[in-house]
């Protein structure tokens, strides 16, 4: 009788308690729901940033290096003026160009991406550019293509901004690693050209890095799957 008599109680208390664990079963499957959406709302909302940083920062970049690159210049050319001035004007042209390229050749800047290019007027690459996979000076002591882009930069006046595509290996010309900025000076009284130079690549590299380290910090749940 007394087992009789507890069954209704017993069978109550399961049939609330598999209702109750129901109820928690489906509640809990909204909150995880809600929270994978307001987890992929935020890293829209963060991609949306990265794309309109990258499109900002497309735009920018030329403007950007440009300006980095005549400060580097500038620099450079106070080291020229040093060495003419410790000769104390009885170098020749060519010894003192010889200087320079002793002062120039390893000289760097922007992280070891940027470099100096010094071309005499008559072609002669006295600095060649670097070649833009392996980072090495080209042997080659003439790029007439180069030359003349540095010229018409240049033009009547004694400085100037241009871009320079380098064709090696049979690659398409007009990728940008294969691109590098450039900012020249001519020099009358050694009637040569120094160039800052550095490559496109490099600045497109770092606004990549950049976003990549922007989207890594969103916080997410790596069991919901939702930044991959």
Not at 24 to 51: C, G
Not at 87 to 107: F, I, M, N, P, Y
Not at 134 to 139: A, D, V
């Amino acid at each position: 009788m007394i087992v009789l008599s507890t069954l209704p109680a017993i069978v109550l208390g399961y049939i609330w308690t598999s209702s109750e664990y129901s109820r928690f079963t489906e509640q809990a499957k909204d909150w995880r729901e809600t929270y994978i959406e307001s987890r992929r709302t935020l890293l829209r909302r963060e991609v949306e940033k990265a794309v309109e940083y990258i499109e900002f920062k497309r735009a920018a970049i030329d403007k950007q290096l440009y300006a980095e690159l005549r400060k580097e210049l500038a620099g450079s050319l106070g080291i020229v003026r040093t060495i003419y001035d410790e000769t104390g004007g009885k170098a020749t042209v060519d010894q003192l160009l010889a200087s320079v390229v002793e002062a120039l050749d390893k000289r760097r800047f922007k992280n070891e991406a940027g470099y100096f290019v010094l071309a005499k007027a008559d072609g002669t690459l006295l600095l060649p550019p670097l070649q833009p996979q392996t980072r090495k000076r080209l042997s080659t002591g003439q790029l007439p293509d180069f030359l003349a882009a540095l010229k018409t930069a240049v033009g009547t006046g004694n400085q100037g901004g241009f871009s320079y595509s380098f064709d090696h290996g049979g690659g398409e010309p007009n990728q940008s690693e294969n691109i590098s900025l450039n900012y020249a000076y001519y020099i009358s009284g050694l009637d040569a050209y120094l160039v800052a130079s550095a490559f496109k690549i490099d600045e497109q590299n770092q606004v990549k890095q950049e976003v990549l380290e922007r989207l890594a910090a969103v916080p997410y749940d790596p069991e919901s799957s939702i930044l991959y």
